[in-house]
T-cell receptor, first 111, second 112 residues
Framework: KQEVTQIPAALSVPEGENLVLNCSFTDSAIYNLQWFRQDPGKGLTSLLLIQSSQREQTSGRLNASLDKSSGRSTLYIAASQPGDSATYLCAVTGTGNQFYFGTGTSLTVIP | DGGITQSPKYLFRKEGQNVTLSCEQNLNHDAMYWYRQDPGQGLRLIYYSQIVNDFQKGDIAEGYSVSREKKESFPLTVTSAQKNPTAFYLC???????????FGQGTRLTVV
């Protein structure tokens, strides 16, 4: 069964800093990897989707990379802002017809 | 507005009662999912449906039931057989299974 791990579980940075969130998965036979943002008590908002044939995707200040062979993805956030404070989740899909989620990284950006 | 609507946002029920959570999407997606989220744990799949009139059990289906009579609707019933039903429930949809997923705002169920 696919296992997804996100490290660190929590991260606190000063405003303006660039940061990297990590996601690792045990089975490299994936179709897609998706990064989400979740605000407290809310649903998930899709940030970026990387297909298995791609190496990275960019959206504004966000850049996600995928190294399928090593089972790793990173989400890079440039020039962090207090509004970026949230929990960030990664999920992978594969032959199991479902999304396997990590437990998330809780990010706090300090003004 | 296109999206996924879950209702209600908060739900309180007495132990032993069945309760149904609503999920509606107007994205014309074939696949729909129900996940459960508990503090400190990742999202866990309850049921998913690839197409109308078809659905499959996920990792934690015991004590839950679903139906998919219409493409846009995928209601989840939490039965009295579910031993620990208090949780945050999230509905999602995607064009097809294993494509980009979109989530609703969730329903927080509290059973007392």
């Amino acid at each position: 069964k696919q296992e997804v791990t996100q490290i660190p579980a929590a991260l606190s940075v000063p405003e303006g800093e660039n940061l990297v969130l990590n996601c690792s998965f045990t089975d490299s036979a994936i179709y897609n990897l998706q990064w989400f943002r979740q605000d407290p008590g809310k649903g998930l908002t899709s940030l970026l989707l990387i297909q298995s044939s791609q190496r990275e995707q960019t959206s504004g200040r966000l850049n996600a990379s995928l190294d399928k062979s090593s089972g790793r993805s990173t989400l890079y956030i440039a020039a962090s802002q207090p509004g970026d404070s949230a929990t960030y989740l990664c999920a992978v899909t594969g032959t199991g017809n479902q999304f396997y989620f990590g437990t998330g990284t809780s990010l706090t950006v300090i003004p | 507005d296109g999206g996924i609507t879950q209702s209600p946002k908060y739900l309180f029920r007495k132990e032993g009662q069945n309760v149904t959570l609503s999920c509606e999407q107007n994205l014309n997606h074939d696949a729909m999912y129900w996940y459960r989220q508990d503090p400190g744990q990742g999202l866990r799949l309850i049921y998913y449906s690839q197409i109308v009139n078809d659905f499959q059990k996920g990792d934690i289906a015991e004590g839950y039931s679903v139906s998919r009579e219409k493409k846009e609707s995928f209601p989840l019933t939490v039965t009295s057989a579910q031993k620990n039903p208090t949780a945050f429930y999230l509905c999602a949809s995607s064009m097809q299974v294993n494509t980009e997923a979109f989530f609703g705002q969730g329903t927080r169920l509290t059973v007392v």
